[in-house]
């Protein structure tokens, strides 16, 4: 398997960032596909999970009004997207795409997703 994020950038406070995860290889429509993020000097932290059959979703409490995951799955093709709104400096951090092969839940725990992308560079301006 393999996750290719992209997407991110520098954005003003208030602005809004739509990332990208496409995934490749041996992904079933069984996985949930998840993004987390890392701050500089802080533990990766959860944001947002969608099963890519179905679609449905479970978000941080802290970006739950604001960003929004969505996935593709279609055949061969497998995406998810996380489109970010009203965005702010606390924010900023680097966006990694994961998949959990697990069927059946949704994790917040980074351990427990098997495949990682090499993560995309958002940052917040004040």
């Known amino acids: 398997v393999q996750l290719q994020a992209s997407g991110g950038g520098l954005v003003q406070a208030g602005g809004s960032l739509r990332l990208s995860c496409a995934a490749s290889?041996?992904?079933?429509?069984?996985?949930?596909m998840g993004w987390f993020r890392q701050a500089p000097g802080k533990e990766r932290e959860f944001v947002a999970a969608?099963?890519?059959?179905?679609?449905?979703?479970?978000?941080a409490d802290s970006v739950k009004d604001r960003f929004a995951i969505s996935r593709v799955n279609a055949g061969a093709k497998k995406a998810v997207y996380l489109q970010m709104n009203s965005l702010k400096p606390e924010d900023t951090a680097v966006y990694y795409c994961?998949?959990?092969?697990?069927?059946?839940?949704?994790?917040?725990?980074?351990?427990?997703?098997?495949?990682w992308g090499q993560g995309t560079l958002v940052t917040v301006s004040s």
């Open positions: 290889g041996r992904i079933f429509s069984s996985y949930t």
């Open positions: 969608i099963r890519l059959s179905g679609g449905s979703t479970y978000y």
């Open positions: 994961a998949a959990d092969r697990y069927t059946g839940r949704f994790s917040e725990l980074p351990g427990e997703y098997e495949y």
